[in-house]
């Protein structure tokens, strides 16, 4: 008689713990059929920091949604919640953060149904890592995306998969037009390309704006009645870069004419002040042409007969520019123009003025600040 009760209570207490089996599974959206050791798993994190996160960016707020999703991530296991924050961070144009989230999403739901869809996210922040992404280029508005939106509140297909998928086809398109420059590149080359980019477009001899200081060497040949001939000159070059084209730019300098091999010498000094356009020939305008048009003043005193002839040019240039480190440049222009020269303090009834012309070379170091 004890045996059997004995036999009684264990056969009371197997029935209790398969029944109490079965429930849990059923709680956990688990059953024993067809199926190995149970797993349990968070499908949604529910946590009032994560729904608070999900409303916001539903609303378009990502900026707000983020502090919330710090705070969900913080008490929660949930993979979803690096999957939607990093919705957020691409669509404020965070591209790194963005990256860590969906490689954390897809590292722990390599299976999910959107796995995908957010792989090729992915591979396209990293190609696009050197541009700054902005709201237009990545997502596509103000709101939530569609699909984000559903997939969010209950898991569900976006409502019209056809619709989003031409959005998202559209911001691609964009967005390869954008940085197929940069397309395939490592992060590193990347990285180094955005450095050159900032350093020329800081730079008042490449892209930017600033002041240029110089010094010039500038030989030439004169035409006119007054023998002046062959010459050269030397000076400095004050310059202000306005843009990433135009500089205009004071050059005073010291001029002497006929200083070999003649019987007289003539000096003085030069003053021009003109407008210099840049062309880059690349990306960071290591490498430009130069073009250019000036006005100036030049008084030349023949040392031997002590007469001072005043000349009044206009010349035009042309030439090239090779950009060294940051902002130390090198230039080589052809220089033309006309020349109306008289003396002053000639005998009253002489005819002064004389209308010549002159070529030359200009050659120029510059440092830019």
Not at 98 to 126: G, V
């Amino acid at each position: 008689m004890g045996a059997m009760r004995l036999w009684a209570v264990a056969l009371v207490g197997t029935l209790s713990t398969a029944a109490f089996a079965q429930q849990s599974g059923a709680v956990h959206g688990e059953t024993h059929a067809n199926r190995g050791p149970m797993v349990f798993r968070f499908e949604k994190s529910r946590s009032a920091p994560a729904e608070a996160a999900r409303a916001k960016a539903a609303a378009g707020d990502c900026k707000a949604a983020l502090d919330f999703f710090d705070e969900a991530l913080r008490h929660s296991i949930d993979p979803t919640l690096y999957r939607d924050r990093g919705v957020c961070h691409e669509k404020l144009g965070d591209i790194y953060p963005a990256i860590d989230d969906y490689r954390a999403y897809l590292s722990q739901e390599p299976d999910a149904t959107d796995a995908d869809k957010f792989r090729q996210r992915l591979q396209d922040l990293l190609k696009d890592a050197s541009q700054d992404m902005s709201m237009s280029k990545v997502g596509g508005g103000g709101s939530f995306d569609s699909e984000m939106a559903g997939g969010m509140t209950d898991g569900s297909t976006p409502a019209n998969p056809k619709k989003s998928e031409e959005k998202e086809n559209k911001s691609d398109d964009k967005t390869d037009k954008v940085d197929s420059e940069d397309a395939g590149k490592p992060l590193s080359t990347i990285e180094h390309d955005e450095n050159r980019d900032a350093e020329a477009n800081k730079s008042p001899l490449r892209l930017g704006r600033g002041f240029v200081l110089g010094a010039f060497l500038d030989p030439r040949y004169v035409f006119n009645r007054y023998d002046f001939q062959f010459g050269q000159g030397v000076g400095v070059k004050l310059g202000i870069s306005l843009s990433a084209v135009s500089t205009i730019a004071l050059e005073l300098g010291y001029m002497n004419q006929l200083s070999t091999g003649t019987a007289s010498t003539k000096d003085g000094f030069t003053a021009n002040f003109g407008y210099e356009a840049r062309v880059p020939l690349d990306r960071w305008a290591d490498n430009q042409l130069l073009f250019g048009a000036a006005g100036g003043y030049e008084n030349i005193t023949d040392g031997s007969l002590g007469q001072t002839y005043a000349s009044f040019t206009a010349r035009g240039r042309a030439g090239y520019r090779h950009v060294f480190g940051p902002a130390f440049a090198l230039d080589f222009v052809l220089e033309g123009g006309l020349m109306g020269t008289f003396p002053e303090d000639a005998p009253a009834g002489t005819s002064n003025f004389e209308l010549g012309g002159f070529i030359g070379g200009h050659v120029v170091v510059s440092v830019g600040f």
